[in-house]
Nanobody, 125 residues
Framework: VQLEESGGGLVQAGDSLSLSCVISGPQAEGYTIGWFRQAPGKEREYVGF????????YYVDSVKGRFTLSRDRARKTVFLLMNNLKVEDTAAYFCAATTLMSRAYGGTSRDFDYWGQGTQVTVSS
């Protein structure tokens, strides 16, 4: 399974940005997709996850109400819509996959098996 993020860029505080995570490979179905972010000099931070069906989503408090996860199963793509961006949202954003949704609640890197290379989001004041 391979994951590839896209959509990052430089925006101003208050703007919106949508990231994509494309899942590919011979068995690219059935995965719960999580998102993490990592700012320079900081530990990787969990953002949330979306289940394979898209019916269940979870967000950490710092992004709840501003970020929205969705997925297009036919296109094997997960979207992270980020509204009202803040300077502190600046980070490299990574999507990751796990076969067990229960693990996604753990919110740590070891709970996910496959990772993308990341896409940079920079929010200026």
């Amino acid at each position: 399974v391979q994951l590839e993020e896209s959509g990052g860029g430089l925006v101003q505080a208050g703007d919106s940005l949508s990231l994509s995570c494309v899942i590919s490979g011979p068995q690219a179905e059935g995965y719960t997709i999580g998102w993490f972010r990592q700012a320079p000099g900081k530990e990787r931070e969990y953002v949330g996850f979306i289940s394979w069906t898209g019916e269940i989503t979870y967000y950490v408090d710092s992004v709840k109400g501003r970020f929205t996860l969705s997925r297009d199963r036919a296109r094997k793509t997960v979207f992270l819509l980020m509204n009202n961006l803040k300077v502190e949202d600046t980070a490299a954003y990574f999507c990751a996959a796990t076969t067990l949704m229960s693990r996604a609640y753990g919110g740590t890197s070891r709970d996910f098996d496959y990772w993308g290379q990341g896409t940079q989001v920079t929010v200026s004041s």
